[in-house]
Structures are given as structure tokens and as C-alpha cells.
């Protein structure tokens, strides 16, 4: 028996750029980002918007769309902890290495 899934049409949303990757933005919601250096509850702008939707239509931008994001800073964390393990064969020789990333979880207050 097949599954329905219901799909959702998101009117308003936005793609902007952080940190040399890309994220979606949906108003009121929250993205983790890479680390920024400000402080819990401090607002935020990103100004490198590549697309944005809204009700209206698409606006592409080259490169960027002359709107802004606007976030505030929910809280700092860091990420699952990836494991890096080397070792050469024959020769008894190991290294394990663990790394967690350090993120910013923003919430998005207008696109």
C-alpha cells in the first residue's frame, strides 16, 4: 500500500550565502550556519541573497538580489563529531583524530 505524502508550496523563501556555503531560508524558521562571532540574541544581516521567492515571483539575482536577510542569533553549538582514522598497513603505525564543527543556529525574521 503506497503512502501519501502532502506536499507543501512554499510562497516565501530565500537562498543566501555564509561562510563559503548555501543555505535556504524560510521566514520564522532556523538554519544552522558556520560560526559567526557575535553573541546570543544579536541580529544579523546577510547581504549575499542569490535567489529570493516570494508571492509575486523569482528574483534572481547576478550574483546577488539587492534585499537583504535579517536573523537573529539563537544559539551556538557544535556539530556530530566526525572520526579521522590513518593508519599504514604492516607497520603498527595508527592515528585517530576526532573534529566537531562549530555552528550558529540563526532564526530568519524577514526576507
Not at 9 to 36: M, P
Not at 48 to 71: C, D, F, H, N
Not at 75 to 100: D, E, N, Y
Request: glycine share 8%; hydrophobic share 40%; proline share 3%.
Amino acid at each position: 500500500m503506497a503512502q501519501t505524502r502532502e506536499v507543501v508550496s512554499i510562497d516565501h523563501y530565500a537562498i543566501f550565502e555564509t561562510g563559503g556555503k548555501q543555505y535556504q531560508a524560510l521566514e520564522g524558521k532556523t538554519v544552522g550556519i558556520e560560526k559567526l562571532d557575535l553573541q546570543e540574541g544579536a541580529s544579523v544581516t546577510f547581504d549575499k541573497v542569490l535567489l529570493r521567492k516570494t508571492v509575486a515571483g523569482l528574483e534572481v539575482g547576478r550574483p546577488y538580489v539587492s534585499t537583504p536577510i535579517r536573523a537573529s542569533i539563537v544559539k551556538h553549538l557544535r556539530g556530530p563529531k566526525l572520526i579521522i582514522f590513518k593508519f599504514k598497513r604492516r607497520k603498527k603505525a595508527m592515528r585517530k583524530q576526532g573534529h566537531r564543527q562549530a555552528i550558529t543556529v540563526v532564526r530568519i525574521e524577514s526576507i
